[in-house]
Every structure is written in C-alpha cells, then in structure tokens.
C-alpha cells in the first residue's frame, strides 16, 4: 500500500514541479487525504528529495544544451587548444548566469529555511501564494500581448536579469504555493523574456537548487534510512523521473502555440479550494 501511495505522490511531483501551479500546495491537498505511513522527519525528507527524480529529467532531456564540455558541437571553445578547448564558452556562460540567479534562493534559504517553513507552511500562505501569483499570470500575460519578447534566447540574457529571476525565485523558497517555476517564470515575462526561454532558464535552476535542498535534507536526516523507507523513496523518485519527462515535453509544446493564463486561473481556483477546505475542515 505504501508503494502505491509512493507512486501516486511520484506522479503529483512529476506534473506540479514544471507546470507553474505549486508542487507544495498540491502536496499538502494530497497529503491531506492519502498519507504515508512514515515517520514527520522521513516525509519532510521525502517531499524534498522526490524532487531528485524531476531533476533528472532535465538532466537527461537538455543535457546537450548546458553541458559546458566537449569538443563535439562546440562552435565558442574557451580556447583553441588544451583543455580551454574542451570547455564551451555560451554554456559556461549560461551556468554563470544560472548560478548567479540562485544565489539569493540560497542565501536565504540556508539561513532561514526552518524559520520560514515554521512561518508560512499553512494553508492559508499557501492558499493566498496560489491566488496572488495565479492573478500575476493573468495580468502579465495581458500586458504582454501582441508585444514582441526583448529576450528570446538565452544568450541574451544578462546577470542582472538572471539576478532578478533570482529574486522571484527568493519569493518561492519563503512563501510555499508560490511555485518555483511559476515565481521565476513571472519574474522572467515581467523582464520580456520569451516564455520558451522563461521555461528553459527555470528548468536549468531547478538543478542546483533542488540537489542542494536534498543534499540539506539527507544530512538533516543523518542518512539513517530504514530499508522500506529507502523503497518509497526510489519508488518516488523513479516514477517523478518518467512523469517529469512527458510533463516537461507538453510544456515545451504547450507554450509554443498558448500562453500561461490556463495555469493562472488553474491557480486561482485551486487556492480558492484548499481556503475554503481547510477553513471547513478547522
């Protein structure tokens, strides 16, 4: 039963990751009516390190587009002979500017993680977080309409405009229903970034932010895991991995023809649910 229920939170982390609609307020609806018979410090390790899975679907999916070595396909070497040959310059760039948009996130994050999970994980943070951002969507997208993207690449975007991404990534880590994509998304449109490019660059953050918020975990954790723990764990993962793929696969063709406003009202209504459900429920 358990392994069953792994799979169906496997799936809810596949999809909500990477749609911007909040990975945290679908989790706590969902832990709300199917819980894992697992101890408090192995699920909020769970919540986090399931994560692991959705990463590697980025991984596996764009590596050719961010991996900065090879000789193959690599059009701006670092240098042309040694090993500045094997390093691809537009790539390193990009990690730069990637780095550069997680360091307020991490910051933050590593000094008040505990302070800001024991402040705003509630439903109404989470509730609100939801609304706010879905009415974000809504309104940016109206704004932007029939306007030609300033960025539509992500070589052409700055470090000041990766830093500000950076920034609405800041406003995920501490107020949980923002959504991580949706946070840094918003925060890309607002500086016309293209919205295939806003989704590249936020699946690209996802990588260091999400392997150091789990690194984080399992050394809370102490790494003392029980075997059947373990089990749900790699159950968790590995459906998150092939969910994320075919998630990460429709976005990309999503965006292309459609905008963002579904998941704005999507949100809207979503955070209207869980006030109202859990305003009953207490």
């Known amino acids: ?37 697992v101890s408090e410090s192995f699920y909020s390790l769970f919540q986090v390190v399931i994560q692991l ?6 991984v596996l999916l764009f590596w050719n587009d961010f991996f900065p070595f090879g000789k193959k396909s690599n059009p701006e070497p670092l240098g042309s002979d040694g090993l500045a040959a094997w390093i691809k310059k537009d790539k390193l760039d990009l990690w730069g500017k990637i780095l550069v948009a997680c360091v307020p996130a991490a910051v ?13 994980y509630n439903y109404q943070t989470v509730s609100l977080a939801l609304i706010i951002f879905g009415i974000a969507f809504l309104v940016i997208e109206n704004h932007n309409k029939g306007k030609e993207p300033k960025i539509r690449d992500l070589k052409e ?22 959504s991580r994509s949706g946070a840094t998304i918003v925060g890309a449109l607002l500086l016309g970034v293209s919205r295939v490019a806003a989704a590249e660059f936020t699946f690209y953050l996802a990588i260091p932010v999400m392997f150091g918020a789990s690194l984080l975990k399992a050394v809370k954790f102490g790494l003392n895991f029980q075997p059947e723990e373990l089990v749900i ?49 207490s």
């Open 157 to 178: 975007l700055t470090y000041s405009s990766a830093l500000l991404i950076g920034v609405f990534q800041l406003i995920a880590a501490i107020f949980p229903g923002t």
């Open 53 to 58: 899975g959705a990463i590697l679907a980025v």
């Open 233 to 281: 764990l790699g159950v968790g993962m590995a459906v998150a991995f092939v969910v994320s793929i075919l998630v990460i696969k429709f976005l990309m063709g999503y965006i292309k023809k459609h905008d963002f406003k579904v998941f704005g009202w999507y949100r809207i209504v979503l955070g209207i649910l869980v006030l109202a459900y859990f305003g009953i429920a």
């Open 1 to 37: 039963m358990e392994i069953l229920k792994a799979i169906l939170f496997g799936i809810v982390e596949g999809i909500t990751e990477w749609l911007p609609i909040s990975s945290t307020g679908h989790m706590i609806l969902l832990d709300e009516f199917v819980q894992l018979d």
């Open 108 to 120: 933050i994050g590593l000094l008040f993680d505990e302070t800001f999970e024991a402040l705003f």
